[in-house]
C-alpha cells in the first residue's frame, strides 16, 4: 500500500475534486434535481473554485478543521501548478486547490467519516449564505 501522506498537493487535489464533486452531486440528486442544466447552476454553489475558497476560509476560521488537515490543505494551496481556473483570480484558484487537497487525503488515507462531516457542514454552510 503507497503511503498517500507523500502525495504532492497537486495529486491529493486531483482525487479530491473528483470526490468533493460526487458528494455533492449525489446530495442535489437527493434533493430532487434532476434536470442537468438546474443539477450544473446549483452545483456551482459548491465546487467552484470561489466557493471552495470560501468555504475553506471559513473552516479555518472556526477551527473546524485539525492540524494535520491544515497541513494538508496548505500542501495543496503552495502547490506550484501549471494551469488556473477559468474563472478565478490566482490566489482563489490555490485556495480551493487547498480545499481539494484536504478532501483528497482524507479519501486516500480513509478517513471518510470525515469527508462526509466536512462535506456535510460544507453544504450547510453554502445553504447559510444563500
Not at 18 to 45: M, S
Not at 107 to 127: F, M
Request: aromatic share 8%; with cysteine.
Amino acid at each position: 500500500m503507497r503511503d498517500h501522506t507523500q502525495l504532492n498537493g497537486l495529486a491529493l487535489a486531483y482525487v479530491g475534486d473528483a470526490i468533493y464533486e460526487v458528494y455533492i452531486r449525489d446530495f442535489l440528486v437527493e434533493q430532487g434535481l434532476t434536470k442537468p442544466n438546474q443539477l450544473h447552476r446549483t452545483a456551482t454553489h459548491y465546487v467552484s473554485a470561489k466557493a471552495q475558497a470560501m468555504l475553506i476560509k471559513a473552516l479555518l476560521e472556526e477551527d473546524v478543521l485539525t492540524d494535520e488537515e491544515e497541513l494538508f490543505y496548505k500542501r495543496g494551496r503552495n502547490a506550484k501548478s501549471h494551469t488556473s481556473a477559468k474563472n478565478a483570480d490566482i490566489t482563489t484558484y490555490r485556495v480551493a486547490t487547498g480545499f481539494e487537497a484536504l478532501m483528497g487525503y482524507l479519501h486516500l488515507t480513509k478517513q471518510e467519516a470525515r469527508v462526509k462531516e466536512l462535506v456535510d457542514w460544507c453544504i450547510k454552510k453554502v445553504g447559510e449564505n444563500e
